[in-house]
C-alpha cells in the first residue's frame, strides 16, 4: 500500500494545501505535481516550500552550500508532494545563447522513503516539457542543450542508456557539444579534472554522499572516465551533456511526457511563462 512507504524515522513537514495550490501544475495518482518560476516569485527563507525542499535535501545528502542562497541562483523550481508533505524536488536554470536553447538541471533530490519509484526521472522529464515548451515560443532557436553534473554512477547509467534518444551527448561528443560545454565550465568556474576535455569535474561534491549503493553495469560508464575519477571520496563528477534539434526534443519530451502523465500532462496549467532570458550573445570558444 501507499501509505506504508512512509520511514518513521524520517521528519514529516506537511504544508498547508492553501501556500500549494496557486502553483500546481498537474495531478497524478496520489502525487500532485508543482512548478514555480523562481525569477517572478522570491520566496524567504523560512518559507514553507523552501523548508519543505531543504527537510528532503537534508535527509538524502551534505550540501555544499546553504539550501535557501542555492535557490535563489535557480531559475525554476519543480517539486513533488504526497498527502501535502514535498517529498521530491528538482531546481534547474534556463536561458538562451546563440542559437541555442541552454538549461542546467541543478539538483534532484528524491526522500529515502520514496526512491526506487522512477520519480527523479518523472521530475526530469516535466522539467525538459515545460524547458522545451516555453523555448518553442522563440523563433530563433533551433536547437536545445541540457547540462547536469553527477557524481552518482545511477544517475550517469541512466544517462547513458537513454543517450540513443539524443542527437550528441557527452559519451561520444562531437566539436559542437564540446565547444558549448567548455564555454559553460568557464562559465562557472568548474575544474576540469583532466585539461583536454570538459566532461568530467574534479571535486565538486565533495563529502555530499550520505548514501552510495553499488550498482551493477557501472563499468559502461565509467569507461568513459578518466583512471583518477573519484566521485565516492573527492566528489568528482560528470557533466552530463546533451544536445538535440529543438523541434525534435519537443517531440520526444512530449510523447515521454504522455506515456509518464498521460493526457494529465495536455491539460496542465501553464505557470505563465512565455520566454526564457535571453543572454543574447554568441558561445565563447
Not at 75 to 85: C, R
Request: aromatic share 14%; charged share 25%; hydrophobic share 40%.
Amino acid at each position: 500500500m501507499e501509505e506504508k512507504i512512509i520511514n518513521s524515522k524520517e521528519s514529516m513537514l506537511n504544508i498547508d494545501p492553501s501556500v500549494l495550490k496557486d502553483h500546481l501544475l498537474l495531478k497524478k495518482n496520489k502525487y500532485n505535481y508543482y512548478a514555480v518560476d523562481l525569477t517572478k516569485i522570491k520566496f524567504t527563507k523560512n518559507h514553507p516550500i523552501v523548508l519543505g525542499c531543504k527537510a528532503v535535501e537534508d535527509s538524502t545528502w551534505e550540501p555544499q552550500e546553504d539550501f535557501f542562497e542555492y535557490l535563489c541562483k535557480e531559475d525554476i523550481l519543480i517539486f513533488m508532494t504526497y498527502k501535502n508533505e514535498i517529498i521530491a524536488f528538482l531546481l534547474g536554470a534556463a536561458w538562451s545563447e546563440d542559437i541555442y536553447g541552454m538549461f542546467a538541471i541543478d539538483e534532484i533530490m528524491v526522500k529515502p522513503s520514496f526512491q526506487g519509484r522512477k520519480l527523479s526521472k518523472k521530475l526530469t522529464l516535466l522539467f525538459i516539457y515545460i524547458v522545451t515548451y516555453c523555448y518553442s515560443r522563440s523563433p530563433k532557436l533551433k536547437q536545445i542543450v541540457g547540462f547536469g553534473t553527477s557524481c552518482n554512477p545511477k544517475t550517469m547509467l541512466l544517462y547513458y542508456n537513454k543517450r540513443f534518444l539524443l542527437l550528441e551527448t557527452n559519451f561520444k561528443p562531437k566539436e559542437t557539444l564540446t565547444k558549448i560545454a567548455w564555454h559553460y565550465v568557464k562559465r562557472f568556474n568548474f575544474t576540469p579534472l583532466i585539461k583536454d576535455s570538459p566532461f568530467f569535474l574534479k571535486g565538486l561534491y565533495a563529502g555530499s554522499h550520505k548514501k552510495l549503493e553499488p550498482i551493477k553495469k557501472k563499468r559502461f560508464i565509467l569507461k568513459y572516465a578518466p583512471k583518477d575519477f573519484d566521485y565516492i571520496n573527492r566528489g568528482d563528477c560528470m557533466l552530463l551533456t546533451g544536445r538535440h534539434y529543438l523541434k525534435l526534443g519537443i517531440l520526444i519530451a512530449t510523447v515521454g511526457s504522455l506515456f509518464y502523465f498521460g493526457p494529465e500532462i495536455l491539460k496542465k496549467k501553464n505557470p505563465g511563462w512565455k520566454y526564457w532570458k535571453s543572454e543574447n550573445k554568441p558561445l565563447q570558444k
